[in-house]
């Protein structure tokens, strides 16, 4: 069994970290969340702070467990968890206080094929949007109305969490839709997309005039056994189209991340493919925990038989090939729900507003 004390103290990553990192890799056995929960967790060892995060639940030979509004890590009380819901897919949603707000308006729970992807196993309430009516604009309306905002003139980022429009022309278009829709309520900030399936030069150049400022979030996942873990519409992107992909995209003028699944590759090829893409990166890589769901999603991971040693490993291997790059890519909490830093970011504190507790409860990050 782990001990999460002294791997901190070997790894000189604070116990927070460690904490939160297995936490993420293990799930909790409480059954909160039917499968998939949102939820908010304190953990003791980062007094003061809050981390939005979505776990496995039903996991029950996890060593972490919820009882009312307790964590528990072997049965004894390790920090507080709070706002415990079951994680369906929804229409959208605000991250970071109101500043960015994500959208699911092309059914992503819907999607499947993924070996990795919890879609499946959860339950949705993204309906695919009517693009030919008002619809959205009625929802968006009705949303500012629930937040207390006259519009969405005062949000910064709108990001499309989606990867199912099956071919370029169809995320165009929808995106066109989406930016008609959003300027309508008053929104002039930066639209992105989670996808794989925006592939060309004329593409890129097409959504930075017409949808533009735009941001790419590549949705690589892994970068060995493509082929394995994913569906064959995102398998059929190789990991060297991937990085010219990225080149085109910063030349017709998008900002580009990437977001990457650890624990499905060994990190030698991870970091070695990191490390290629990282100059072409304007956003800090969305580098996620492998959550297991299941014995086979564990089997097939890389992680091996002491998956917080390998995690912790894999965090440090990754902050070396980061540090070059530290003045311009920072993690943020409200990026990422299963991050490998919590309280510290290569040796330096990292802290964000909606992660601090003024009193009980802390806003969402
Ligand atoms: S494309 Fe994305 S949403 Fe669809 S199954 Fe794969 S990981 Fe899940």
Redesign the pocket.
Known sequence: MENFEALSAQFGVPLADVTMIALNAHGVCANNGLGRARCMIAPDAAQGRVFRTIVATNRVDSRFDIDGDRLLLDGSSIGRASKIEHDDARLGYFRDGQRILTLNTNA?SH????V??P?TGSDASDPKVDTATDELRNWLSLMCQREGIADLSRVEQVNLS???FGDEQAAIEHLRFLRRELNALGFRGRLGILSSVIRSRAGFDKVVHEVGPFALFL?L?CVTRRDLW??E??ASLGTLAALDLLRQARSAGCSTGVTLVVGLDLIEDVCAWLSEALPELTEFPNLQVYQVHSRFMQAAGAMGIQPIRWFLEARIALENCLRPFRAQLRPEHWQNYRPFWYTQYLGEDLCSPGTVMFSQQAAAP
């Open positions: 992503r999607c499947t094929g993924c990795f992807c879609n989606t990867s199912c949705t996942e994913l569906k519409s995102k």
